[in-house]
């Protein structure tokens, strides 16, 4: 039996992975880059990743986008999954928001979060 592709998503700090672990319902590593990431970090991590099926998922913000912005150009098999512009950080987004923007990217997340 083939294993299934492990899923990853990457955020910028805790409580954005706290958001994310409350609202998805699979097993799911989730990793936080504490806001910034040196080149060499993110070379590991692309290392460590690479047979992995990876998203990010970064506040829509400045420091967001500049970290959206070295992913595209250093991960580019990495897919993004966005918050709207109007809650500006995913830890302050509402939960069925974020729990929305999860499942359009196939990643299962706890029924309730979706009402």
């Known amino acids: 039996m083939e294993q299934a592709v492990e899923k990853v998503i990457i955020v910028e700090g805790k409580s954005d992975k706290k958001k994310v672990q409350e609202v998805i319902n699979e097993s799911v590593e989730i990793i936080c880059t504490n806001g910034t990431i040196g080149l060499s970090k993110l070379d590991e991590l692309i290392d460590m990743l690479y047979d992995k099926e990876v998203f990010v ?59």
């Open 57 to 115: 998922l970064f506040d829509s913000d400045d420091s967001g986008d500049k970290l959206r912005k070295q992913f595209k150009r250093e991960f580019p098999e990495a897919k993004h999954i966005y918050i709207d512009r109007a809650y500006r950080e995913v830890a302050s987004a509402p939960d069925n928001h974020v729990a929305t923007a999860l499942l359009q990217a196939n990643i299962q997340v706890h029924s309730k979060y979706l009402l």
